[in-house]
């Protein structure tokens, strides 16, 4: 025997809940018939899949391997299900992207409009987070795609470059921090404590640190931001200066008058990304849409 679609979505329910009766809520049938349902894929695998309490739900390390299986196996199916539907239409159906906070406010305004008007069958659902969280509910089945700023270790996808995001310098107008020879910034000169970055975590601290060689360096502070906006108030009072992503230059909420942006000496950039499961289905319509995500930048 094998197991039924239906119980592996139920399998997903009680993964996302972990909890019997909102789980069965969710899937719209009683308590009593999930539980069940739970207890014939258990059969069926011979395995525990779950260990139950009367106060928690606590999912087994097969049942872990097993939800993850389950999860891309509905996938699958969905993917099946929107192509006999679509009649083999590209890019139509529901599609779930993950994006990391210190891209998702800058590239996504001009990309959502674009690719719905482009693709009007797809139905396109986005989840921000690090780079860390979504790369494993890609490989979870949660997400069918991310986009992510490179280089970020990453194992099971496919990865697809798609442009360079250079940084420049950032400061207050003025900045104490900052010394001025010949007219021009003074990189080397940058006191101790000065350079402000997100907190660990943030793939953009590392490609800042890497990109600006500043990762073994005194001039780093101790003091560290938990977002990129943040970040940048905290430069806007001079409480030091940062490196920035060109691409969110044109988006600064707030203090802009009083912010100077400076290109950086050397060339020194982190690279944009798009990365999915690795033998996915839809490898094509993935390209489709780096694509577009290329030549929206270069507009």
Known sequence: MIPTIKQLKYLIA????????????????S????????????????????????????????????IRQARLCISDVETLINIAASGQVPLSGRLTLGVIPTIAPFLLPPFIPEVLKRFPKLQLYLREDKTAVIHEQLLDGKLDLILVALPFQMRGVTVMPLFEDPFLFACSRGSKWVSVTKNKLDFDALPDESVLLLEDGHCLRDHALE????????????????????????VVADLGITFLPAMARHSLIGGESNLEL??????????IGLAWRKGSSRSDEFTLLGELLKELHRA
Not at 14 to 29: E, M
Not at 46 to 63: C, E, M, P
Not at 224 to 232: E, K, R, V
């Open 262 to 271: 400076h290109p950086m000496p050397e060339k020194s950039f982190r690279e």
């Open 14 to 29: 009680l993964d996302d809940y972990l909890h019997f009766g909102k789980a069965s809520a969710a899937c719209y049938i």
């Open 211 to 234: 990109a600006c060689h500043a990762r073994e360096s005194d001039q780093v502070s101790r003091f560290s931001a938990t977002s990129l906006q943040t970040l940048l108030q905290m």
């Open 31 to 66: 308590q009593s018939a999930f539980s069940i349902a739970i207890k014939e894929l258990e059969t069926t695998l011979n395995v525990q899949l779950v260990d139950r309490t009367n106060k928690s739900v606590i999912i087994t390390a097969s049942g872990r391997a097993v």
